[in-house]
Nanobody
């Protein structure tokens, strides 16, 4: 599966953005999809994930209550709605997918086989 992330940009503190991760090349409904982010000089950090059925979603504590992940399988797209953005949310956001990942590994980036190229989100104070 090929992934294409988009929707990043420069925004002010407190505003919102919606990122998209468009998939092609395989049966998208078979994949768990996650968003990670990486700021300069830091490790890749789990943000959110959604399982194939959309009934199970997972969030990092740092974004819980502010970010929302969803998927539209008809459009082969996963969205990350980011509200109340803070300067510490500034990072390159990457989407990742895996077909066989288990729940206990869902926050660990090295378990994902497929990655998009990333989209930069910059939140100014």
């Amino acid at each position: 599966v090929q992934l294409q992330a988009s929707g990043g940009g420069l925004v002010q503190t407190g505003t919102s953005l919606r990122l998209s991760c468009a998939a092609s090349g395989s049966t998208f409904t078979s994949y768990t999809v996650a968003w990670f982010r990486q700021a300069p000089g830091t490790e890749r950090e789990f943000v959110a994930a959604i399982k194939r059925s959309s009934s199970s979603t997972y969030y990092a504590d740092s974004v819980k209550g502010r970010f929302s992940i969803s998927r539209d399988n008809a459009k082969n797209t996963v969205y990350l709605r980011m509200n109340s953005l803070k300067p510490e949310d500034t990072a390159v956001y990457l989407c990742a997918a895996d077909r066989g990942i288990i729940t206990s590994s869902i926050t660990q980036f090295h378990h994902y086989d497929y990655w998009g190229q990333g989209t930069l989100v910059t939140v100014s104070s």
